[in-house]
């Protein structure tokens, strides 16, 4: 069983910097892949960023976002760079272990969303 607890969301201008934090329970974080995913109002969840030894980006954030993660604290983290009012979300963190890296069904664990809102 993993618990995660998602942090640092807030409302910021449009090209400020803002850095994300989903720690997690359990002592096999580093067997998971940790992934930020997002859903914006009306629409879908979407994948935005995955990391196990490798990372992965949706190509709406790349060169924008960093995900990383610091295994001894059992924790991931997206710091997200010239924000824009399209990054508006809840962002969701997740924890999973099969599976294509991009698909939100490739996760068993879920924390409870931090919202993120860029104003322009």
């Known amino acids: 069983q993993v618990q995660l607890v998602e942090s640092g969301g807030g409302l910021v201008q449009a090209g400020d910097p803002l850095k994300l934090s989903c720690a997690a329970s359990?002592?096999?974080?580093?067997?998971?892949?940790m992934a930020w995913f997002r859903q914006a109002p009306g629409k879908e969840r979407e994948f935005v960023a995955a990391i196990l030894w490798k990372t992965y980006y949706a190509d709406s954030v790349k060169g924008r976002f960093t995900i990383s993660r610091d295994n001894a604290k059992n924790t991931v983290y997206l710091q997200m760079n010239s924000l824009k009012p399209e990054d508006t979300a809840v962002y969701y963190c997740?924890?999973?272990?099969?599976?294509?890296?991009?698909?939100?069904?490739?996760?068993?664990?879920w924390g409870q969303g931090t919202q993120v809102t860029v104003s322009s």
């Open positions: 359990g002592r096999t974080f580093l067997l998971y892949t």
């Open positions: 997740g924890a999973g272990q099969t599976g294509p890296y991009s698909s939100d069904s490739s996760y068993d664990y």
